[in-house]
Antibody, heavy 120, light 110 residues
Framework: QVQLVQSGAEVKKPGASVKVFCKAS????????IHWVRQAPGQGLEWMGK????????SYSQNFQDRVTITTDVSTSTVYMELNSLRSEDTAVYYC?????????????WGQGTLVTVSS | QSVLTQPPSVSAAPGQKVTISCSGS????????VFWYQQLPGTAPKLLIY???LRPSGIPDRFSGSKSGTSATLGVTGLQTGDEADYYC???????????FGGGTKLTVL
């Protein structure tokens, strides 16, 4: 069965960086886009970006002003999301999710989420 | 401020029907497929509807989706207490080049 397993919770200081991983299994890794979505406490969903594991093509939300980088390691079926210059407003649960269709926008499989807390 | 507009909350009695609206523009809903997620407290979103009106495997036909122009609607019939959750609409925005979401609607089953 399809599974996305994310790394554990992180606590970071303002200005630092965080790198969250998402390990996929149960399907052909290079055939489907992976999206990253975050959710601040009590808030709605916010899309961060996506990656095509086949070739590494990425698309990012300009709302993150070049602070986010999404990469992939095909050998381990893992996607990484790195967010730099952290501020308190980046405190959120970060989710990776697999598109339903190979290049789709809607996501049918989700990781369990990774809580990133930014605090001095 | 979300790009897509949803009502903050809706409510109805068990067994009744409820609809949740999602309003956008030509650059998002008007020219792209809409999807809907259900999010129970403390859990990841769950895909309910994709490509405007299609249900993934395992989603009951009590859930339906429709789109007209720059608006979309999620319908839920035969309401159950287990349907109490937050519901989000989303789509691609061709002008902004990103996925946009509504602010979410909290469904209460009275």
């Amino acid at each position: 069965q399809v599974q996305l397993v994310q790394s554990g919770a992180e606590v970071k200081k303002p200005g630092a960086s965080v790198k969250v991983f998402c390990k996929a299994s149960g399907y052909s890794f290079t055939n489907y886009y992976i999206h990253w979505v975050r959710q601040a406490p009590g808030q709605g969903l916010e899309w961060m970006g996506k990656i095509n594991p086949s070739g590494g093509y990425t698309s990012y939300s300009q709302n993150f002003q070049d602070r986010v980088t999404i990469t992939t390691d095909v050998s381990t079926s893992t996607v990484y999301m790195e967010l730099n210059s952290l501020r308190s407003e980046d405190t959120a649960v970060y989710y990776c999710a697999r598109a339903k269709s190979p290049r789709g926008t809607s996501c049918v499989y989700w990781g369990q989420g990774t809580l990133v807390t930014v605090s001095s | 401020q979300s790009v897509l507009t949803q009502p903050p909350s809706v409510s109805a009695a068990p067994g009744q029907k409820v609809t949740i609206s999602c309003s956008g523009s030509i650059s998002n809903i008007g020219n792209n497929y809409v999807f809907w997620y259900q999010q129970l407290p403390g859990t990841a979103p769950k895909l309910l509807i994709y490509d405007n009106n299609l249900r993934p495997s395992g989603i009951p036909d009590r859930f339906s989706g429709s789109k007209s122009g720059t608006s979309a609607t999620l319908g839920v019939t035969g309401l159950q207490t287990g349907d109490e959750a937050d519901y989000y609409c989303g789509t691609w925005d061709s002008s902004l080049s990103l996925v946009v979401f509504g602010g979410g609607t909290k469904l209460t089953v009275l």
